[in-house]
Nanobody, 125 residues
Framework: QVQLVESGGGLVQAGGSLRLSCAAS????????MGWFRQAPGKEREFVGA????????FYGDSVKGRSTISREDAKNTVYLQLNSLKPEDTAVYYC??????????????????WGKGIQVNVSS
């Protein structure tokens, strides 16, 4: 049974930083594309970033580009999303997801096979 569990969310002031974690069980992250998405109240789910494990490539959505970093820790089967210079508009539920078979569309939520339950991030002004 595959499980993705996010942690590290919470309340942070604007300008601050946060590191989200996504711990996986039941699958090996090195064989998957790992993505991060977020959904703010009343808005559609939005691509935040993704890492192509085997090639090491990492991609970011325009809204977080330059302020975020995705990293991984193979020994813990965990992927991280570092968010810096946080803004109130970063407030959302953040989800990690795994795509078993990369088709070049890392930004498409429809391509991801497994999802975590999400974790709330609130940024106060």
């Amino acid at each position: 049974q595959v499980q993705l569990v996010e942690s590290g969310g919470g309340l942070v002031q604007a300008g601050g930083s946060l590191r989200l974690s996504c711990a996986a069980s039941g699958l090996i992250l090195s064989r998957n594309v790992m993505g991060w998405f977020r959904q703010a109240p009343g808005k559609e789910r939005e691509f935040v970033g993704a890492t192509i494990w085997s090639g090491g490539s990492t991609f970011y959505g325009d809204s977080v580009k330059g302020r975020s970093t995705i990293s991984r820790e193979d020994a813990k089967n965990t992927v991280y999303l570092q968010l810096n210079s946080l803004k109130p508009e970063d407030t959302a539920v953040y989800y990690c997801a795994a795509d078993k078979s990369y088709r070049g569309r890392y930004y498409r939520e429809e391509d991801y096979d497994y999802w975590g339950k999400g974790i709330q991030v609130n940024v106060s002004s």
